[in-house]
């Protein structure tokens, strides 16, 4: 046999099925192997972004509590019969002297001096109120005001309690009281209303909450901001919430919010949103419920002494194409299609109002507030940004007294704004500095506060809770009952009576000569001229570039009693302070050398040259900008308050950044800082320099140059008529 044949069934060909089928299959191992690497990587990068995360709060010093000392101390347990027990959770004795206790913001208890509390042990607080009529806000105050610990406690029945099932737990029902004693001892007491068993807040880690209601209720529930409705998943047992934070988010994605920087964050913290509805064994259904949940972060510098506001909303009004308030959408691209000009086109400058839900969490990151607000989106300078700014209406839900969102949401003023702080959003800082440092002055300033917004339980970045100059923020301001009429930069939101009183003063100053002691002191029966010279000295001396169209207010009482704020003469509230202290964003406009006097704002202003014509005025005005430059924003004091303030916004808004832009330098917000405290150190000799220069030669320099400005102003209102 020759040798080929012998071998030929060993060495036979494979056919070309066989080696197709070979060739498949080793693909298939490698695509499975790729597959399965790839879904290794992409887990483990997730988890990295988590830890990453998750690293920040041992990088920002552990654990965070408003007051370290009194970080251990609890509310354990609230009566109807009005006693309040506080429970030390921690593993040392704590001292509790001149703790306030109050409840809707009236002060009901402080504790004497030398008061300890023991490790475990209990401090009961008698009251004289009787609870149980109505929901109420129980808080727990510091000598420094500084709220510590608070529990919302909804009605009670007659000697009930609300508590924590176990001391110091994350559980709250409605219980027996256990008066100075462990509440495991008590009797739970179940209710038949719609209830969650743990409130929503931030959390060290990972919660489980249930939802409660009478036998036979079924419960449904959503995560994703939408309202449940009966197709929605069913509630079959406790809900564990975690940390949730990374990669996989659902908005922050989205790149329809901008037409400038579309930057996408790598990972976000996110929480859980937990919206619920009972449908009761009779068919009737429960008011929707909403709480929402932050495990495992909250408690770093990030957060720290700063409040939280989560907004949850169907997610559809937000970035839906065709109705979402957030998005350029079809309003963009319709404008487009029809040739006209897309500047100012997008769904977000259409004023569409939405309605959400909102909570709001005080600085020590519990609640304090839930309730439903309408929202719509501010066309100012941050609209066409990726981070947007929003006009909040919560008239029908005011927050308690004893909430720090009272202010804004009161029942009287309804709406609020949470801004990015327009021109200074990299930094947050100038109106905010402003704020304090005219506290103490008869100057109003509207009241600023830095908070951190989550929207559907993803980070929003930092935002600066505004609160709207209205009749009731300058009732408060100076302390006046009486009615209260407001204008706008003098002119045009007023109408009938109130708008003549001020169009009154303003064609007193134009037509009559102020170097006359007798008009002048009729001008000084109209408005309050120190208060206006207030005003004008710290515009000038912060260098605001926007002075005259910076949404100033001015005010007066709409009858004349004769005394103290209440005689009827228009007083000044300075408006956005954000393009000062030598702000560049929009170029060297506000430095400390600069003449502000020479802006348009103070060219175009017939009031302040119609008063600059009398000598009284003039003096006046020279000594009311020395008392700035020497003591208002006195060097020594501002550094204090701009070191605070940077301490408390610095890892706050570079979080924010990081969110909507990426990350930034190592020195990028001490730079800034910087730059301001050198514009306090620099400026007080330049604006006494220009202001007694304006005083001595006003009619030489500046008088010629307000007639130019003037001038110029009538011919192109006569070019735009013809």
Known sequence: MKKSEKNSGMYKKLSKKDTLIIAVSIVALIVLSAVIIYSKNEENKKQEQLDDINKQISADGDIYYVDEALGSLVINEVNQKGYVELYNSGNKSIDISFTKLYIDGSLKYTTPANTTLDSKQFYVIETDEVLGEKQCLVSVNNQEHKCITQLIVPKLSENESFGRKSDAGTTVLFMTGTKGESNTNATINNKDELMFSVPGGFYESAVNVELLAKENTKIYYTTDGTEPTTESKLYEGPIKITNKSGSNYEYAGILDTSLGNRFVPASINIGTVIKVMAVYPSGKKSEI??????????????????????????????????TGI???????????????????????????????????????????????????????????SNQKSFLINGKDYIASKGSSLYSYLNGASSQFRLTTNKRDNNYKIREYIVKQLLENTSVAAQNINPCTLFINGEY????????????EFIKEKYGIDNDIVVAYNGNSKLNGDDAYSIQKLYKF??????????????????????????????????????????????????????????????????????????????????????????????????????LMKNKKFRNQLKTTMEKFVNDVFDYTEVEKVIDNTAALMEKFTISSINRFAGNVSDDFYSSEVEKIKAFFEERGEYALFYTDEIIEKGTAIYGGAYEKSKKDNKETTKGNEE
């Open 326 to 384: 957030y998005v350029l959408g079809r309003s963009y691209e319709d404008a487009a299609a029809l040739g006209k000009s897309v500047e100012n086109a997008g769904n977000f400058y259409n004023g569409w109002v939405k309605t959400a839900y909102m909570e709001y969490f005080e600085p020590n990151k519990q609640k304090s507030y839930g309730g439903k607000i309408n929202i719509s989106v501010l066309t100012d300078y941050s609209v066409g």
């Open 509 to 610: 100053v134009e037509q009559k000569d102020l170097s006359d002691d007798n008009n002048y002191n009729k001008v000084g029966e109209m408005m309050d001229i120190q208060s206006y010279l207030d005003y004008y000295c710290v515009n000038i001396f912060l260098a605001n570039t926007d002075f005259g169209y910076e949404e100033a207010a001015a005010w007066k009482t709409a009858t004349k009693t004769g005394d103290g704020y209440n005689d009827g003469r228009w007083r000044w509230i300075i408006g956005k302070m954000d393009n000062t202290m030598n702000n560049a964003a929009i170029g060297n406009y506000s430095t400390s050398s600069i003449d502000t006097y020479l802006q348009s704002g103070v060219m175009n202003d017939d009031l302040f040259w119609g």
């Open 289 to 322: 419920l909403t709480e929402s949940y932050f495990v495992g972060f909250g408690f770093g510098k990030s957060y720290a002494n700063i409040p939280v506001i989560s907004i949850t909303m169907n997610g559809e009004d937000l970035f839906n194409y065709f």
């Open 460 to 471: 929003w970045g930092g935002y600066m809770l505004v609160e709207n100059i209205d009749k």
